[in-house]
């Protein structure tokens, strides 16, 4: 019995310990793939003082027209309260398993059923290994480096109307984290309430890009190297010199529709990334679907234009 308990002593001050070693600062960590849901969890963990301080469970979707999912759910879209008889709604029954985490310190939290819940957090139905599993992520990755950016968040645009001849309106979802873009979802909503999303009839093979544009490879295919780009790059206007090497009908080509002014460097003290995304089509397109996103760097608007 001693043994026992000394055992379950050790184990409890490790845990203790390797909280206390953490250096500093915001961490990230996300899901590989969308799940068959639609959703892609992410996670922030805030470190101070080597100890978790704050931690902000929420997720992004391939599902048209979603915001993050604490947003989504908020607006009443998720109803896993309803649907899923489950004890409280998702964002809620979410910040108690944010709230354990911080209160207990434990990354190694193993009372996981098979199903991947726990009865060990008060209030909690959901699902959580998914949680604890990114939360570990997060720490091995090691914290994110700072950005330019000064705000942090979920930034959600759309276009403000559909297009004519595509009948698509493209979203976009960006995630920042001590001000760094980490994650990029581009997507698209259609006035054909039939359709589902931009990336899953792409995904499906019903958007046909390669058959009917000619294109290199899919729409999503495509999307998700620039999303790639736009992290790793953190400046969006990096791709107005590499849009001139694009084949015109191919991969993707950026272009110089509108005058862009050089950018200063203004650290922190530079405006946000905003959440709002002009819908207005490039002049001179001869009818493609173009997709602006618009970030609002230190003291200069950057806006990129895809012609698919």
């Known amino acids: 019995m001693k043994r026992i308990i000394v055992a379950v002593a ?10 206390q070693t953490l250096k500093d600062g915001l961490y990230f960590a996300q899901e590989e793939a969308f799940s068959s ?21 929420n997720g992004v979707s391939n599902i048209a027209g979603a915001a993050d999912k604490k947003a989504y759910d908020k607006a009443g879209k998720y109803n896993m309260k309803k649907f899923g008889k489950s004890q ?16 207990s310190q434990d990354l190694a939290f193993s009372k996981i059923k098979a199903d991947g ?8 139905s959901i699902t959580v290994k998914g949680f604890f599993d990114l ?26 109307a559909f297009d004519a001849k595509s009948t698509w309106k493209d979203t976009v979802l960006v995630t920042v984290v001590n001000g ?5 979802v581009w997507n698209g909503i259609s006035s054909d309430a039939k359709k589902k999303s931009k990336i899953t ?10 058959k009917f544009g000619k294109a290199q490879s899919e729409w999503d295919v495509q999307t998700a190297k620039a999303e790639a780009a736009l992290v790793k790059a953190q400046d969006p206007r990096l791709h107005r010199r590499q849009g001139r090497r694009q084949d015109r009908r191919g991969d993707r080509r950026f272009h110089r529709r509108f005058p862009l002014p050089r950018a200063r460097s203004r650290g922190t003290q530079g405006r946000p990334l905003t959440s709002t995304a002009h819908g207005k089509a490039a002049p001179g397109n001869r009818g493609g679907f173009f997709f602006a996103l618009v970030l609002t760097y230190c003291s200069s608007t950057i806006i990129i234009v895809l012609d698919e």
């Open 10 to 19: 050790l184990v409890a001050f490790a845990a203790t310990a390797f909280a």
């Open 37 to 57: 849901s639609g959703w892609k969890d992410q996670i922030v963990l805030e470190v101070k003082g080597g100890k978790i301080a704050a931690a902000d469970w």
């Open 88 to 103: 409280g709604e998702w964002w809620e029954e979410a910040a108690k398993v944010e709230a354990y985490l911080v209160s």
């Open 117 to 124: 819940k726990t009865d060990a957090i008060s209030g909690a």
């Open 135 to 160: 939360a570990k992520k997060a720490v091995a990755a090691g914290p994110v480096a700072k950005g330019s950016y000064q705000k942090d968040g979920w930034f959600y645009a759309q276009q403000a």
């Open 180 to 184: 760094r873009v980490v994650s990029a």
């Open 201 to 210: 009839e792409s995904v499906t093979g019903k958007y046909g890009m390669v």
